[in-house]
């Protein structure tokens, strides 16, 4: 059974604590350094972004 990964990136605090609730293997992530930080741990299967991130 394949697991999936989803990395969910907002810089609005509670959209990925939101997605959080919703999916439980996701991660939310407030900024795109720490994205990259995320996915150099662990590659994530889909990634959801905010495209107006500052």
């Known amino acids: 059974m394949s697991t999936f990964r989803f990395l969910f ?4 605090p509670l959209a ?3 997605m959080q609730t ?6 939310g ?3 795109g350094i720490e994205a990259l ?3 150099e741990q662990s ?3 889909l990634i959801v972004s905010d495209i107006g991130l500052p």
């Open 37 to 39: 930080r995320a996915i």
């Open 16 to 18: 990925p604590e939101a």
């Open 29 to 31: 992530i407030a900024s």
């Open 43 to 45: 590659v994530p299967t």
């Open 9 to 12: 990136l907002e810089n609005k």
């Open 22 to 27: 919703i999916l439980t293997d996701s991660t």
